[in-house]
């Protein structure tokens, strides 16, 4: 159980001003510098650290990840964690593995419950409150997905599904915390259509963020790499979604 501390959130005006541009153009691009307020370096590190012991998916594509989620219950600040961890997407979102219900480890108890991983969620929790993507008098599911797109010079990693798409989930936050030197792309993609692409951002700094809404389509490119010892791409997806 968390309880959603008012004064861990980072400042109001902020939290709007983000929660506006999202609700207008369906994604809002979140500086690093708001995550990092409340935290330390050494703290961001130890993170980092955790994505080394994430067990592949079983799906492939590079990716190694967690998956647990909180449920909050209706006017409800109490995030509860849910015993049940399986992953669905429908087909019509994800038209690779959408269909079927996907199993994941559970993320560690000290990536969850470490104070910048909770700091996050209260933040976005907020954020999301503002946008009204989801029906707060109903249950809300807040997911988090922990992935290393691991990849070698032979060996690139990329999303599922690979190219233009929604997510089920009517909002998404994509965390960066660590992004090899030597990887080549990982750049994330917003376009209005499937033929019309508007921008590409290349999240480099621990803690930036970008947050998706489903007025827009969004994919990241393949993660590569020419150097011989490998690369890595490693991001939070926090999502927040109704039963």
Same mark, same amino acid.
């Given at each position: ?38 935290t330390t ?32 219950? +209706? ?5 509860? %964690? ?31 419950? !470490? ?6 969620? !209260? ?29 070698? +010079?032979?060996? @690139?990693?990329?999303?599922? @599904?690979?190219? %233009? !798409? ?12 660590? %992004? ?34 489903q007025k827009?389509?969004h994919a990241?490119? +393949? ?12 991001? %939070? ?7």
């Amino acid at each position: 159980m968390v309880q959603v501390s008012k004064t861990q959130k980072n400042s109001t005006s902020d939290i709007a001003n983000y929660a506006s541009y999202l609700k207008e153009n369906g994604y809002s691009y979140i500086p690093a510098e708001f995550y990092q307020k409340k935290t330390t370096d050494d703290e961001v590190r130890e993170l980092q650290l955790t994505y080394d012991a994430l067990k592949a998916d079983p799906k492939g594509g590079g990716r190694y990840r967690a998956h647990s989620r909180y449920i909050l219950a +209706p006017d409800s600040d109490t995030l509860e %964690l849910d015993p049940d961890n399986g992953y669905f997407q429908s087909k019509e979102y994800n038209y690779d593995d959408g269909g079927i219900v996907r199993k994941f480890d559970k993320i560690s108890d000290e990536f969850l419950q !470490h104070p910048v991983t909770q700091q996050m969620i !209260h933040s976005n929790v907020e954020m999301a409150r503002q946008t009204n993507f989801v029906d707060w008098g109903k249950e809300v599911i807040v997911g988090l997905h922990q992935v290393r797109y691991q990849v070698t +010079p032979d060996a @690139p990693s990329y999303s599922s @599904p690979i190219w %233009l !798409h929604r997510d089920d989930e009517p909002l998404v936050f994509v965390h960066l915390f660590q %992004l090899s030197e030597d990887a080549i792309g990982g750049d994330n993609l917003i376009a209005p259509s499937v033929k019309q692409i508007d921008k590409v951002l290349r999240l480099t700094d621990p803690l930036e963020t970008l947050a998706l809404g489903q007025k827009v389509f969004h994919a990241v490119t +393949p993660v590569g790499t020419a150097n011989a010892d490998g690369a890595h791409r490693d991001i %939070l997806l926090v999502t927040f979604s109704n039963r």
